[in-house]
């Protein structure tokens, strides 16, 4: 009988994946799993598994015993690359100001361009990681990062530069957004910007082939569907993926954009409708909620039920920025409970296996086709164990971290809660080295 690397057995609740429906998520009960090589090698009841590859044998025990283990979380869309502080808008907020109250005064994304223009390229891969460390501790093992806070081409291609750094360094798996059509920058027309992205901008990009998708702030007051349609599809000639800023603030046809377009996902939604969901999950399009913006900027909430009645698949992300400070997928997963409706199954799919979807191309390329978000043989060993017992205990509880335990592509990176970035911090040594040893198994 084969050895493993690491079993995992035991535990109370095992997610492996996506259920039958777009609501529904698979389950087991007494769950074990095996690694070999970094991938998953066996999944299933205890028994099984534990037949197949002794734990007595296998290079390390994890027992999971009264916890749940499920595939570490995917981010499908993060800010997470920024410098500067604008702390003075969170306490704008509080006292009644909108985000585009905020943005008129000054504030917003250009405080954070212009901090991110003067930062090298070193300070943006130790800021990366540093953001990275925290999503760790919280389950996320891969993530989607944008660009977007340089608005020029030179400054643009240094954020991107900087993601595919903290890639190599860093055990989070990057899906790299160029953003450069985020905002417009101070004193510019919006449509010699538009020709700026087009013409300078996205072929630089191309040719630094680093960016997987492309990515616009589609609203009111920032790109219209027009600008907007000629971002993304020139961004698509040169190779990259559409995704959308669609309809947070205000419905101006940013989702039907991303149909027509067959984006692979549109984002925010706060303002979509029913008409919207159904022309999103004919065309495919993975409609992607981030009930954080919502709960940091004191807005309404959106609907996910035109989504999810259309048969759409709903992912689920965090939009780590500046002016929404949540790096925890469990946090969006009981807020997306407690405050959009979704079931528990419904909002860790999304959290994990739909948001992959959202980060699928469709080329065969991607963190899905490396079998993000789910735990079945052969996909990447890539997973959580969280100290409570099911995953309605789970999304019950939103103030404390119960993640205890991580793997990425089998290497322990979160042991008993701690971050092992020793691995990783300053880049130096490799991951998977000295600190397997480390806190959290438990012998067999
Ligand atoms: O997704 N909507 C635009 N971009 C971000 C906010 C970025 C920022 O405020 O720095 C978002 O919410
Ligand atoms: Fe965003």
């Given at each position: 009988m084969p050895d493993a690397d690491l079993v995992v057995h035991g535990a109370a609740e095992l997610v492996v994946g996506p259920g039958g429906g777009v609501r529904d998520l698979e389950l087991v009960e007494d769950g074990a799993l095996a690694v070999e090589n970094g991938r998953v090698a066996a999944v299933g009841p205890t028994d099984g598994v534990c037949r197949e590859y002794p734990p007595e044998r296998a290079g390390k025990t994890i027992d999971a015993t009264g916890r749940t283990v499920l595939p570490g979380f995917v981010?499908?869309?993060?800010?997470a690359l920024f410098t500067g502080d604008r702390s003075d808008e969170f306490v704008a907020r509080i006292e009644g100001k909108t985000y585009t109250e905020i943005m008129e005064a000054g504030g917003g994304i250009p405080v954070t361009v212009e901090a991110v223009r003067e930062a090298s390229e070193d300070d943006l891969v130790d800021a990366l990681c540093g953001q990275l460390d925290v999503m760790l501790a919280h389950g996320t093992t891969t993530a989607e990062v944008k660009s977007g806070?340089?608005?020029?081409t030179e400054t643009e291609l240094r954020m991107l530069a900087a993601i595919e750094r903290a890639d190599e360094r860093h055990p989070v798996d990057l899906v790299p957004t160029f953003m450069g059509a985020h905002a417009v920058p101070e004193d510019t027309d919006t449509d010699e910007y538009v020709d700026q992205v087009v013409e300078d901008q996205l072929p630089a990009v191309a040719d630094q082939g680093i960016a997987q998708f492309c990515d616009v702030f589609c609203e009111a007051g920032v790109f219209d569907v027009e600008q907007s349609r000629r971002v993304l599809e020139a961004g698509r000639e040169h190779g990259l993926a559409p995704k959308i800023h669609a309809?947070?603030?205000?419905?101006?046809?940013g989702a039907q954009l991303a149909a027509d377009l067959d984006a692979t996902s549109a984002d925010h939604?706060?303002?979509?409708t029913v008409e919207d969901g159904r022309a999103l999950a004919e065309a495919g399009v993975v409609p992607t909620l981030l009930p954080a913006t919502a709960f940091a900027l004191g807005e309404a909430y959106a609907d996910p039920e035109p989504f999810l009645d259309a048969g759409a698949p709903l992912a689920l992300g965090t939009d780590l920025n500046p002016s929404c400070f949540v790096h925890s997928m469990p946090f969006v997963v009981s807020l997306s409970c407690l405050?959009?409706?979704?079931?528990p199954e419904t909002a860790i799919r999304g959290a994990t296996h739909d948001a992959a979807l959202a980060l699928d191309?469709?080329?065969?390329?991607?963190p899905l086709a490396d079998g993000a978000g789910t735990l079945a043989e052969?996909?990447?060993?890539d997973l959580a164990v969280v100290d409570l017992p099911s995953h309605v205990h789970m999304a019950a509880?939103?103030?404390?971290?119960?993640?205890d335990t991580v793997l990425a592509d089998g290497d322990l990176v979160v042991a008993d809660g701690e971050v092992l970035r020793g691995q990783w911090a300053g880049g130096e040594a490799a991951i998977g080295?000295?600190?397997?040893?480390?806190?959290?198994g438990d012998g067999a």
């Open positions: 981010d499908p869309h993060t800010h806070y340089g608005l020029d309809e947070e603030f205000s419905r101006i046809g939604l706060l303002q979509a405050r959009m409706g979704l079931g191309p469709g080329d065969g390329t991607g052969g996909t990447a060993a509880n939103a103030g404390t971290n119960r993640v080295g000295d600190a397997s040893d480390g806190a959290g």
